[in-house]
C-alpha cells in the first residue's frame, strides 16, 4: 500500500499490510517530527505533496525494492498537512524471510524517498520560517 | 497549445499559486517553462503528468508540467 494523507499515521496498518506466512522479518521505519533543526528550535511544521506523483514514486521505489532484494512487501505512507513534534510524518514498513534484507531494504527506501520523492516540508521556527531541501 | 503548470511547495509560496495555464508555440517542456516568465532556479525539476523528465521531453495538448523545487520528505 502506497498513499499520501492528511490522516493520522499507523503503524499497526503498516505491519498488517506487509506480513505474510513466509516472511520471518518485518522491519518499520518511523520518521518524526523534530523539535529542533540547525540549533533552531521548531515550532511547527507542514508538509505539502504532489499527491498522484509521489505515491506513483512510493511504488517504484517499492518495485527496485523488490528487484533488489527479497522481500515479502513493502508499505510507505507520508503524511501531509500541519504536523506537531513528535507525530509520525512517514512510515515504511518491509518484510522479507530474514531480518538482513528487511533491514537493508527499509535504509533503502527511506533514503530513496528523501531524494526523489516531491514532498515538501515547511518549517516554522521562533522568529522565522523555512522550506527544508532534499537531504536534511 | 494550451498546456497546464503546476508549482509546488516555496515556488507556489513565492508565486502566489499553485497552478497557472500557458498558450505555447514550441514543444517542449522547456519551451512551457519559458512561457511561464518564472525565474527558476537550476535546482528544479521538471515533471511531464506524473513523471520527471528533462526540459527536452515533448508535451501534447493537455499535458500538465510540474516544477519541482528540491524535495524535503521523510
Known sequence: MFKVTTDVLSLDEAYAAVRRPGCGAVALFVGTVRDHHDGKKVTAISYSAFKEM????????????????????????????????????????????????????????IDTLKGTVPLWKKETYVGGEEWIGQGS | MKVAVQLF??????????????????????????????????????????????????????????????????
Open chain 1, 54 to 109: 509521489a505515491e506513483k514514486e512510493f511504488a517504484a521505489i517499492a518495485r527496485e525494492a523488490q528487484q533488489r532484494w527479497k522481500l515479502g512487501a513493502v508499505y510507505i505512507a507520508h503524511r501531509t498537512g500541519p504536523l506537531k513534534i513528535g507525530d509520525a510524518s512517514v512510515v515504511i514498513a518491509v518484510s522479507s524471510a530474514h531480518r538482513a534484507s528487511a533491514l537493508a531494504a527499509c535504509a533503502e527506501a
Open chain 2, 9 to 74: 511547495g516555496p515556488l507556489a509560496e513565492q508565486a502566489g499559486r499553485t497552478r497557472l495555464e500557458v498558450t505555447v508555440t514550441g514543444s517542449t517542456v522547456r519551451d512551457v517553462v519559458a512561457a511561464t516568465g518564472l525565474k527558476l532556479d537550476p535546482s528544479i525539476r521538471f515533471a511531464l503528468n506524473t513523471d520527471y523528465v528533462g526540459g527536452e521531453a515533448t508535451i501534447k495538448e493537455g499535458d500538465v508540467v510540474s516544477l519541482i523545487p528540491p524535495v524535503g520528505g521523510g
